[in-house]
């Protein structure tokens, strides 16, 4: 089985965060789909397409790499790409419970195991980027600050 994991957010914008995430889990997995959701109910800062392209330039020269761009729920979305793998980033109790939230409403509407196998992986943040949010750099950026520690290098405004 090729494993193929999700790694679904707004990545508005990508962090380094994020990227730390994704370079620690390409040990994990076969090919790892960076999935941006397009949510009607959430306002971005920045358009699909920039929040896209930072990624696909920062992973230009990573095979295992895809970048997409979904709307609709996860799990659909996952099934449809035959990944049987979710990747999510924990940096806090915060997340903790906001993640143990989404685990459960996924497992409770996710298609029966012997149909469709689907687990979520969580990796713990790296201590140097655990303060690190998208949330903190638009603040940042909004305030003409600089954020350039805090993303990585293809994320130019
Ligand atoms: P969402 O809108 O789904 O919260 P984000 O783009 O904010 O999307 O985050 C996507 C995933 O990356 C989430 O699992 C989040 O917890 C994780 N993440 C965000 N920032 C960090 C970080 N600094 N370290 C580790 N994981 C992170």
């Known amino acids: ?9 707004s990545f508005d914008p990508i962090t380094l965060g994020h990227y730390d995430i994704i370079l620690r889990a390409l ?3 076969d090919e790892i789909i960076i999935a941006i959701g397009e949510n009607y109910n959430k306002k971005y800062m920045f358009s699909t ?3 896209k392209n930072w990624i696909v330039q920062l992973f230009i020269n990573h095979p295992k790499i895809r970048v997409e761009i979904y709307k609709g729920l996860t799990i659909t979305f996952c099934k449809k790409k035959s990944a049987n793998f979710i990747l999510r980033g924990l940096r806090n109790i915060i997340d903790f419970e906001l993640e143990k939230s989404i ?3 996924n497992e ?17 943040t790296s201590y140097k980027f ?3 949010s998208s949330n903190i750099v638009r603040n940042i950026i909004k305030s003409n600050g600089n954020y350039s520690n805090l993303v990585p290098f293809s994320v130019k405004i």
């Not at 509407?109 to 196998?117: D, E, G, N, Q």
Request: glycine fraction near 2%; proline fraction near 5%; charge should be positive.
């Open 130 to 132: 655990s303060h690190i």
């Open 1 to 9: 089985m090729k494993k193929i994991a999700v790694f679904p957010g």
């Open 49 to 51: 397409k920039k929040r």
């Open 103 to 105: 685990f459960y409403t």
């Open 27 to 29: 040990n994990l997995f």
């Open 108 to 124: 409770s509407i996710k298609p029966s195991r012997h149909k469709y196998f689907i687990e979520t992986v969580f990796l713990l």
